[in-house]
Structures are given as structure tokens and as C-alpha cells.
């Protein structure tokens, strides 16, 4: 059973824009998939649909067994979000902004420590645990959200444009960490405008345009016929 279904998915804003035009797209279980797309092509949309962030205008999403439409909580479980925009309060501490999130998914607060402590600590923020998350720097704070949304250890991870803003060897320290989290099992789906990103990191790609997949295969297949 793929990690993620997606099945003639659309999206008509209420001003009258259509952001997707019927995209399908499957993603299976251990990948490292990479939505690739000029700003504006529907990479965002299809994102926050698929973590019900935003409301669809028709098509089906599945992530495992979990229809989002009829098994939203069991969804909710299975996905952890990094979004492109810092949305934490800034003047929570480091450390409650972790462990607070495990609340929300029901974890005790002893384990939702634990978690806060094993990935701040592999993340290089265990030191500014006590800090309001208002005096870190652009990387570390992106780093705060990858960890935000570990800590329910979902079985699929999706960060919307995780390096956008952040240097080169910022970037390439964040996608050591994350091709160890998909070593060790979890199923990554990422946005990016670099082809590059997707290259280094990923197995398969999908590259959006207006609203539309227009090309679904292996980045050995892509750079084959480049
Ligand atoms: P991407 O993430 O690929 O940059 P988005 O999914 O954010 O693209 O946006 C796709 C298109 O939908 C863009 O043209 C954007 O301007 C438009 N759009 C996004 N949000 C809204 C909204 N709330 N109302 C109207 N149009 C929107
Ligand atoms: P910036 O101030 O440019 O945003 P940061 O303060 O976020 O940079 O990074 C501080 C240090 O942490 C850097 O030396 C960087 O190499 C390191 N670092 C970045 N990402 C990670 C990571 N995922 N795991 C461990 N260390 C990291």
C-alpha cells in the first residue's frame, strides 16, 4: 500500500483561480519524493490539502490506509508537516514548542521529552532548548519545525521548500538528516524549485507546471534522458 494516493485532485480558489487541474500521483512506502515546480505551480496547495490545511475541490487523497476525507485523524497521525512559513509562537521556549506538540497528538508528556530530547539533539539545538524560539537564526529555526514534526515519529514526512533561504552548507547538513531519517524508514515527500535538491536527495519526482503533473519517474530515468 503506497505511503500517499492521490487521485484527480483539484483545487479552484475562491477568487476563481484553479491551482490544480486533476493531478494523480502515487508515492510508496520509503520513498524520497520530490514535487518540483516553478513558484506558483501548485506545489503549496496540493501540500496543505494533503495535510488538510486547505480544502479540496474534488479528487481523493489517501495517505496509507487513511482517507483523509473519512479517516482524518488516522491521517493526521501518519504525516508530519514542515511548512515553508515559520508558524510557531516565538516566544514559547525551544523545548515546550517540541514537546507541546506531542500533546496534540496524544503523546504522554514523558515520551513527547524524550522525542523532544533524541531530535533536538540530532538537529544541533539541544543547547537553545531554554531560548524563545524568537532569538534563533533563519536555519535554526527551520530546523526547530523538522524536529516539531518528528516527534510523533510519523511514517511520513513532508516539508514544503525546507531549504529555501538556507545556505548552501546549512542545506547540505539538513539533507545528511533527512536521508538518514528515510534510511531509517520514513517515507519523505518534498517541494522544491531546485532541480539540483532533487537530484542530491530523492528517487522520484514529480514536476508540476500550472496546476498540472507533467512528468512522474525516477531521477535516473529524468537525468537519463536530459
Ligand atoms: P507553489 O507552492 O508551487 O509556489 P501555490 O500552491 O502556493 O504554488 O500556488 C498556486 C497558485 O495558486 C498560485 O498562482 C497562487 O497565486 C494561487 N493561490 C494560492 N493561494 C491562493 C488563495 N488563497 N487564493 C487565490 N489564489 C491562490
Ligand atoms: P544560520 O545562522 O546560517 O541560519 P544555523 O545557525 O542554522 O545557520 O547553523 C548553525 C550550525 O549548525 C551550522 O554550523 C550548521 O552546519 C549546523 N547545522 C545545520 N543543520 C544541521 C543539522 N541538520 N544537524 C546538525 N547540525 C546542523
Redesign the pocket.
Given at each position: 500500500i503506497p505511503a500517499l494516493t492521490i487521485e484527480n485532485l483539484s483545487k479552484v480558489?475562491?477568487?476563481g483561480?484553479e491551482?490544480l487541474k486533476g493531478i494523480s500521483l502515487t508515492v510508496e512506502e520509503g520513498d524520497f519524493y520530490a514535487l518540483l515546480?516553478p513558484?506558483?505551480?501548485?506545489?503549496?496547495?496540493?501540500i496543505g490539502i494533503i495535510c488538510s490545511l486547505v480544502a479540496k475541490s474534488g479528487g481523493k487523497v489517501q495517505v496509507f490506509d487513511a482517507d483523509i476525507d473519512k479517516d482524518f485523524a488516522a491521517a493526521k497521525k501518519y504525516i508530519g508537516i514542515v511548512p515553508q512559513e515559520f508558524n510557531f509562537n516565538t516566544f514559547e521556549r525551544v523545548i515546550d514548542i517540541v514537546v507541546n506538540q506531542g500533546g496534540y497528538y496524544g503523546m504522554s508528556r514523558e515520551l513527547a521529552a524524550e522525542r523532544a530530547e533524541k531530535y533536538l539533539q540530532a538537529l544541533g539545538l539541544w543547547e537553545k532548548r531554554l531560548e524563545p524560539s524568537r532569538n534563533l537564526s533563519g536555519g535554526m529555526k527551520r530546523r526547530l519545525m523538522i524536529a516539531r514534526a518528528l516527534v510523533h515519529e510519523p511514517k511520513l514526512l513532508i516539508l514544503d521548500e525546507p531549504t529555501a533561504g538556507v545556505d548552501i552548507e546549512m542545506r547540505r547538513a539538513m539533507w545528511e538528516f533527512l536521508e538518514k531519517i528515510n534510511a531509517e524508514g520514513t517515507t519523505i515527500i518534498l517541494?522544491t524549485h531546485y532541480l539540483e535538491e532533487a537530484e542530491a536527495l530523492c528517487r522520484h519526482i514529480g514536476i508540476?507546471n500550472h496546476g498540472e503533473i507533467v512528468e512522474n519517474t525516477s531521477i535516473r530515468e529524468l537525468l537519463r534522458r536530459l
Open positions: 480558489y475562491g477568487n483561480f491551482a515546480g513558484n506558483g505551480a501548485g506545489k503549496s496547495t496540493t517541494t508540476i
